[in-house]
Structures are given as structure tokens and as C-alpha cells.
């Protein structure tokens, strides 16, 4: 049974920079693409970044620039750094994780960012 757990979300002043961690267990985590999601009462849930297998990036535009995913496979970790944030990024962030093998699709169980002064 796969597991993903969530740490570091919090509260951040505007401008302010947060590190989301992600522990994966139960999965081929080297095999996993990873992501991180986020989602604000009333949305739909947004894809934030996503790191690949292989260790291709992507990001949503709202976040390029300002934003880092990154994995450690030694510690079955993927992170997300997150600089000059803003109000607008205040949402409970999810990470993800797809097995590329079977496309098996799993979901942690978010941690809460709030950007506030």
C-alpha cells in the first residue's frame, strides 16, 4: 500500500519562502513521477510541478520562476521550494505520486500553506 506524507506547510508573510517535503512509502519510488498539487475551497485541484522519473520538471505559470520541485530517491523524498509567496498561493498542497510501470495513481493527504500578513 502506498503512502505519501506531507510536512512543512504553515503559515508565511507575503514574499515569505516555505519547503513542502513528501515521504513516499510502499512504491518503487525511483519509478514514480511526482508531483504536487494544490487546492482552494470551492476549485478544482491545479497541478503546481511535477518531476519525472527521469527528473524532467514541470511547472504551472503561476508558480515558474518562484517555485522548485526536486527528489532525493535515496530518501524517497520530493520537495517543493517555494520563494515569494503570495496571497494567491494560500491552498492545501497535495503531492502525488504515479507509478509509471502500472500508472497507478496515489494522493497524500495535503498539508495546509497560508500566505497572510
Known amino acids: 500500500q502506498v503512502q505519501l506524507v506531507e510536512s512543512g506547510g504553515g503559515l508565511v508573510q507575503p514574499g515569505g519562502s516555505l519547503r513542502l517535503s513528501c515521504v513516499a512509502s510502499?512504491?518503487?519510488?525511483?519509478?514514480?513521477?511526482m508531483s504536487w498539487y494544490r487546492q482552494v475551497p470551492g476549485k478544482e485541484r491545479e497541478l503546481v510541478a511535477t518531476i519525472t522519473y527521469t527528473g524532467t520538471t514541470n511547472y504551472a505559470a503561476s508558480v515558474k520562476g518562484r517555485f522548485t520541485i526536486s527528489r532525493d530517491n535515496a530518501k524517497n523524498t520530493v520537495f517543493l521550494q517555494m520563494h515569494s509567496l503570495k496571497p494567491e498561493d494560500t491552498a492545501v498542497y497535495y503531492c502525488?505520486?504515479?507509478?509509471?510501470?502500472?500508472?497507478?495513481?496515489?494522493w497524500g493527504q495535503g498539508t495546509q500553506v497560508t500566505v497572510s500578513s
Open positions: 510502499g512504491t518503487i519510488f525511483s519509478i514514480n513521477d
Open positions: 502525488n505520486s504515479l507509478y509509471v510501470l502500472t500508472k497507478q495513481n496515489d
